[in-house]
């Protein structure tokens, strides 16, 4: 029973290779002032994950997700957070306490996080240099970093 219970928790929060369709497109104000476009990062991997200053688990993330721009980024791997905060003023006072070295972006209104069908928080999606959808991931959970670290280096290499 166990094993079904384990088994059941990682293919809900890791859908690897369930995709083959491409991404969702979405230009989104960013924390610069500018906008970020997915379409605009085709040729790169994209990690997109969506978060909100209230979700515990998100905050958790922050310095994983800092750890893997630092690490990936000469590589080729653009790490996008999308703050599904009410206002940016929310977003920003968490960023304050929570630094992100990658790039922010807001949907106030939700509709991006609509379109990704986003759920839980934090929903995130892997997609490759094609601009296709590799895996989703929900929720944050230590235990889950290295699975997704190889992830990452397996779409940065084409594979």
Known sequence: MKKLFALTVFLFTFNLGAFAAPAQNFKLPSKDGGNISLADLKGNVVYVDFWASWCAPCRKSFPWMNEM???????????????????????????????????????????????????????????????????????????????????????????
């Open 69 to 159: 721009h630092d690490k990936y980024a000469s590589q080729g791997l653009k790490i996008i957070g999308i703050s599904l905060d009410g206002t940016q003023k929310s977003a920003n006072n968490f960023l304050k306490k929570v630094p992100a070295s990658f790039m922010i972006a807001y949907d106030t209104e939700g509709t991006t996080a609509d379109a990704y069908n986003v759920q839980v928080m934090p929903t995130s999606y892997l997609i490759d240099r094609q601009g296709n959808l590799l895996f989703s991931h929900k929720g944050f959970r230590a235990k889950h970093k290295k699975k997704m670290e190889a992830e990452f280096v397996k779409a940065l290499a084409g594979q």
